[in-house]
């Protein structure tokens, strides 16, 4: 039962990254336009891949059964920030392959999680805890809001979608 979980968890993350990458591909021809101030596509996918990468941390450690840093603690804003700035020198290619390569790594890591972790409080990103089910909908509630966004933006390119990320 628990593995079909994992199936589904792992599934329904990735209908909705394909649904962002569509997006992404189809946005990829405006990405000297800002999308949010202060913030081109390549500075929206670095901050995607840091959110990756933050789930991905989290989810190891809680397969490993050790403490999970808290990347995040000093909140959302901060993070992001950080995010995109430990990115800025990388180039928008390099930073594409790393959104696709750091959520592979994460979707790999959900469908090896033992069975009996997934029930099993994990300590998120930012320090509260949850289960990997309820981790997962807040990172695809996460995507959808953005793939909104970018919804919005490809309608009129040029034109700041938001003043906040």
Known sequence: MLTHEKQFLAARWEKQRNRLKAL????????????????????FLAHMSGWDDAVLDALRAHAAGGPMKTPATRGVDAFNAQTVSTRETLDYEHIRREWDRSHELTIQAIRGLPDEKIVQPLTFPWGE????AY?????VDHEEEHAAHLRQWLEEPGRVVSETH
Do not use: H, M, N, S
């Open 24 to 43: 992404v591909a189809e946005a990829e021809k405006y990405r000297d336009q800002e999308i949010y101030r202060g913030w081109k596509l390549k500075e």
């Open 135 to 139: 981790l997962v909908e807040i990172f």
């Open 129 to 132: 805890f949850g289960t990997v």
